[in-house]
């Protein structure tokens, strides 16, 4: 079973960082495209940024400049470096990666966190 754990939330003050980390957990598989998304209170959960395994990257147009997705492979670790944060970006963080198995291809989505831009 593959677990991803998600850290790295909390409380800023606009202009300033945050760092996520997203780290899978279990064995026998092989990790696919990596993905930020995030889910204000009242909206539907939207794309923030995506890597591949490829290392191609999409960032939704909001955060284009200010965030940066990157990942380790040898850590089964997905990182989203947050700049310039704005209040806007308040929201419930998720993970999601794409697991590989011999016969199969799954989604999997971690537990959320929570980030909290205000002054």
């Not at 997905?78 to 999601?96: I, R």
């Amino acid at each position: 079973q593959v677990q991803l754990v998600e850290s790295g939330g909390g409380l800023v003050q606009p202009g300033g960082s945050l760092r996520l980390s997203c780290a899978a957990s279990g064995s026998d598989y092989t990790l696919g495209a990596m993905g930020w998304y995030r889910q204000a209170p009242g909206k539907q959960r939207e794309l923030v940024a995506t890597i591949t395994n490829g290392d191609n990257i999409n960032y939704a147009d909001s955060v284009k400049g200010r965030f940066a997705i990157s990942r380790d492979n040898a850590k089964n670790t997905v990182y989203l470096q947050m700049n310039g944060l704005k209040p806007e970006d308040t929201a419930v963080y998720y993970c999601n990666t794409e697991i590989y198995r011999v016969l199969s291809k799954d989604a999997y989505w971690g537990q959320g966190t929570q980030v909290t831009v205000s002054s």
